[in-house]
Structures are given as structure tokens and as C-alpha cells.
């Protein structure tokens, strides 16, 4: 029998999502700094549903689930606005 675990899957695929999205073309003038991308991290994580799971079959499960087109397109439409605005009120002098 594997440890229990306690994961937020939406947590994981949202970071993942941020570090992606600010490093790609779209985003080359916004600032890449750790505090910007816990700001937009966190924005989205309030606005979205958690998903937790206390295993690893069932962090697949809901990977797989969060991984469908529509809930993609809503993460990601999340995290467009999410950066725009913490781009307007950044935590820190630029």
C-alpha cells in the first residue's frame, strides 16, 4: 500500500500553466519574477474550483478530468486575466 498523499490538482496544473504562458511570446514584457507568478497563481486558484485527492490513482483520475478541452479553455481563460491583473498592481517596484 503506497503513503497517502494530499494534492490540489487544479494547484499543480495552474503553476505549471503560469510558468508557460509567462514564458512564451504573448507575455515577454511582463515580469517572470517568483512574487509575479505566486500573484497570478494564487488570483486563478481563488477563482477556480479545488480538486483534492488523497491518492495517486486518483490524482490521475482528476488530472484527466481537468485536462478536457472546456476545462483548459477555462483555466486558461482564468489565468489570461489573472496576469493582467496582477500586471496592473504588482507587489513589488519593477
Known sequence: MTKPI?????????QGLVRFL??????????????CQMDIAADVLNHLPTVYVS???AREEAFQLLKTPEEMERINKQIILSVHNVGKRPHHKM
Open 55 to 57: 491518492t495517486s490513482s
Open 22 to 35: 509567462l514564458h512564451g511570446p504573448e507575455y515577454q514584457t511582463f515580469c517572470h519574477c517568483e512574487f
Open 6 to 14: 494530499l494534492v490540489n490538482v487544479t494547484e499543480e496544473i495552474v
